[in-house]
């Protein structure tokens, strides 16, 4: 029997967040982030998009191409509680949900009496209810399509991919479109012509493998309708972080520092909700010259404490030449536990003393 998975996505969800929030907004330009000059956009609405705008740019470029872009600062706990209600909606049908983000989801309705076009326009219509947001969704037998389907008729539409469909409905586009090829394997294969899905079905599996490596496999099947991914519920959150543009580069610590005590709060009151223990702390820097670079350190504990993960942050950023002026400061924590295991501190006590 064919599995029966749905993708949902939220549309441009921060910027619809912030027009559902203040009504004026709506219609209108909304950019999140990049509102300085060394800012970066976080996302923004569909009316800005129509400019060229987009994530990841940097704010200046946004406000030369949207002249008229209204930007509003990021407000991630404002996001995270609208994204808790929207996955509420989710597990009311199945617990066979996989989040990919907070706005993003896989969800197996394959045991559910109810058709999924069905289940679709019921998720839709609750969303819009409790949330006043829209939402694309696609469905198909697999995961691969059905996160193709959603994107099909942004924002706010729904579309259903069947076996019978296959490969033709998908000859058509864009060969970065497949899971597995970015920006770099784009390049290459446009380099030899190929373009299109139908000019990738044309190579043989073995030029494939040859060019992606072990994914070659992978993508060759995924274009032929194949992808054997379960929904994993139990999806694991593999870091959590923050980081900022600074206004100004700058070479001095001590104002680095103050953002990742900042951080470290930040990111310990995450930790603390979601009852688990870190022990890799990771300090990232992009320098005046926009090259990143990331220093890290296991340590032999698990430790959820501010105080903890700022110091090992402060030990980091005291081994980092600072020759080169820094742009941006990023602190992460990954390589988790549960708070099951026992708690010991990576500090001793005449230590703790002093902080």
Known sequence: MDRKIIHVDLDAFFASVEQKDNPSLK???VIVGGGTNRGVVCTCSYEARRFGVHSAMPGFMAKKKCPHGIFVPVRHWRYRE???DVFKIFYQLTNLVEPLSIDEAYLDVTNMDKE???IAYWIKNEVRKKTGLTISIGISYNKFLAKLASDWNKPNGIKLITKDM?????????????YGIGKKSEKRLNNIGIFTIEDLLKLPKEYLVDFFGKYGNEIYDRIR?????QVKPSRERKSIGREVTLREDTKDKKYLEKYLLEFAKDISSSLEGKEVLAKTITVKTKTSDFESHTKSKTIHEYINSYREIYNIALDILDEID???EIRLIGLTVSNFSDHEMEQLSFFDDKTKALL
Do not use: A
């Open 27 to 29: 219609g209108k330009p």
């Open 82 to 84: 609208v994204s808790r």
């Open 116 to 118: 999924p076009i069905q």
């Open 166 to 178: 296959i490969p033709d409905i998908l000859k058509p586009l864009s060969i970065k479109k497949v």
């Open 225 to 229: 309708g194949t992808d054997n991914r």
């Open 322 to 324: 600072m020759k080169d």
